[in-house]
């Protein structure tokens, strides 16, 4: 049974995409969220050229962060965003 997760896009990533969110649902094999993009990359030319770069980006679970090897595990919410700079 696949699972869903929603997605919610900040900053150039929500440009890029050109929405902020998604509600996806993926394969059960789909279990980190590096999986998870590697699908969506492989859905979408869109996403492959909005995720080209995964250093760029930054990830949170559940609002909280998490790198590419985290688990989905049953979580709700999968936040993508590039790195937060001050000034």
């Known amino acids: 049974m696949p699972h869903q997760i929603n997605i919610a896009y900040f900053a150039w990533v929500k440009e890029g ?3 902020d969110q998604d509600i996806i649902s993926y394969p059960e ?11 969506l ?9 909005v995720f ?11 609002q909280e962060f998490a790198g590419l090897d985290a688990k989905l595990n049953k979580a709700s919410e999968l936040a993508i965003f590039p790195p ?4």
């Open 41 to 49: 990359q492989s859905k979408d030319a869109v996403y492959g050229d």
């Open 17 to 19: 995409l050109g929405r």
């Open 52 to 62: 080209a770069n995964l250093k760029r980006l930054r990830f949170a679970l559940d």
């Open 84 to 87: 937060v700079t001050g000034g």
């Open 29 to 39: 094999n789909v279990e980190t969220i590096g999986q998870l993009i590697e699908y």
